[in-house]
């Protein structure tokens, strides 16, 4: 790979010193551990240039979001709260008795004539039965044609599957990404960080703007923007359920960032450690500044071998 991506052409680090580098970092390590690892750090010139990148990388990442922690509190969560204080409440131990009390009687089969016999399905059953079939052709049809919101349909079209079944970009994510430089606003998307992976490819964070919030990794593959982690948050009507995020495991990438199978849980902002972790076990260097997203942006992000 080309020096142009890796500063010095330094290789990468191992898994066990990359750990340490990040909590050594995080100023997370035991006494001892730091004392020996700076020890370390004064007879490895490789692994004080790591160390002073991860510094530089933290900075640049704390100055792009700054602002995100000083925004107001959406309303979408004070009126949640306020819901919530206002709940009503009831007592679990006699709901659970009493349900326990109808699984029985429900359970109970009908004496008829001396024989034991199962009883025939009430109309209140029946009905339970049509309840849920109409409840799962609403879901259904909601998730196959898409949400009925304009805002929530942009964010849905944002991606696409191509013929091999990978998540990739679509429009205006894929212009956005193709074209804008890092930080610069472009039909709602703002690319943030641009890194060259370990499989070779080069890779771009981003966010969407709108009522359902998207960000993620999308790493140049082919012609495509293939969508290597993303996360979910901010759906209008989610007071009930939490938001979701969805990574994606490529299995062409050779990515080593951890559970690269799929996993959902809960966002919790724009800016998640998720994906701080997912962009440290992709990465191979440092992160590319603005000339050489310039380079990269010529040559259509892709690496020069």
Excluded at 201 to 209: E, N, Q, W
Excluded at 282 to 301: C, F, I, P, V, Y
Aim: glycine share 10%; aromatic share 6%.
């Amino acid at each position: 790979m080309s020096s142009l991506f890796t500063p010095g052409g330094d290789p990468p680090l191992s898994a066990a010193d990359l750990a340490t580098l990040h909590a050594y970092v995080d100023a997370e390590l035991a006494p001892a551990d730091r004392i020996a690892f700076e020890a370390r750090l004064e007879r490895e010139p490789l692994l004080a240039r790591s160390v002073a990148r991860e510094r530089a990388l933290r900075e640049r990442l704390g100055n792009a979001w700054a602002g995100v922690l000083t925004e107001d509190v959406p309303e979408r969560f004070t009126a949640l709260l306020a819901g919530q204080a206002a709940a009503q409440t009831f007592d679990l131990d006699a709901e659970r008795a009493r349900r326990a009390a109808q699984r029985q009687q429900d359970a109970a089969p009908d004496i008829d004539s001396g024989s034991a016999t199962l009883h025939p399905w009430r109309w209140a059953e029946w009905g339970g039965l049509a309840a849920c079939l109409v409840v799962g052709l609403a879901l259904g049809s909601r998730w196959l044609d898409g949400p009925g919101d304009p805002a929530q349909r942009s964010a849905v079209a944002a991606f696409a599957v191509d013929a091999d079944g990978r998540l990739v970009a679509h429009l205006p994510l894929a212009g956005a990404l193709e074209t804008a430089l890092s930080g610069t606003t472009v039909a709602g998307t703002t690319p943030g960080l641009s890194f060259a992976a370990r499989d070779g490819r080069l890779c771009r964070s981003f966010v969407t703007a709108g009522e359902v919030e998207n960000s993620g990794i999308a790493c140049k593959t082919g012609t495509s923007w293939a969508i290597a982690y993303l996360e979910r948050s901010g759906a209008p009507g989610a007071a009930s359920q939490p938001s979701v995020i969805a990574r994606q495991a490529e299995a062409a990438s050779g990515a080593t960032s951890p559970d690269a199978a799929g996993l959902y849980r809960t966002a919790a902002s724009a800016l998640s450690p998720s994906l701080l972790t997912a962009i440290d076990g992709l990465r191979a260097g440092d992160t590319l500044d603005a000339a050489a997203e310039e380079a990269a942006r010529a040559k259509g992000w892709r690496v020069q071998r």
